[in-house]
């Protein structure tokens, strides 16, 4: 069993920042990817920001240039620096992370959200 434990959401002025972790502990044999979305009342999950093993990286067009994903902790935990936020940014945000339990098995695992408010 893994288990995702994410922090750093809250409520914040437009053009602001807000720093978001989340760390991945329990049966991990090796981590094949790390992500964050997000999900508005009312609309579909998004894919906001990912990392790989490699640290490559795949943003939203929406948030290019403004949020920066990244991996630390011999890669644990992924962190989204989120800067110039907007009202639109506003949500609950999930963390997410593909993980090999053995050389063969893996699974899907989500954190439980948290939220991001920002005001106009």
């Known amino acids: 069993q893994v288990h995702l434990v994410e922090s750093g959401g809250g409520l914040v002025q437009g053009g602001g920042s807000l720093r978001l972790s989340c760390a991945a502990s329990?049966?991990?044999?090796?981590?094949?990817?790390m992500a964050w979305y997000r999900q508005a009342p009312g609309k579909q999950r998004e894919l906001v920001a990912l990392?790989?093993?490699?640290?490559?990286?795949n943003y939203a067009d929406s948030v290019k240039g403004r949020f920066s994903i990244s991996r630390e902790n011999a890669g644990n935990t992924v962190s989204l620096q989120m800067n110039s936020l907007k009202p639109e940014d506003t949500a609950a945000y999930f963390c997410?992370?593909?993980?090999?339990?053995?050389?063969?098995?893996?699974?899907?695992?989500w954190g439980q959200g948290t939220q991001v408010t920002v005001s106009s």
């Open positions: 997410n992370a593909r993980i090999y339990h053995t050389v063969n098995a893996w699974d899907e695992y």
């Open positions: 329990g049966s991990i044999f090796r981590i094949v990817s």
């Open positions: 990392i790989t093993a490699g640290h490559s990286t």
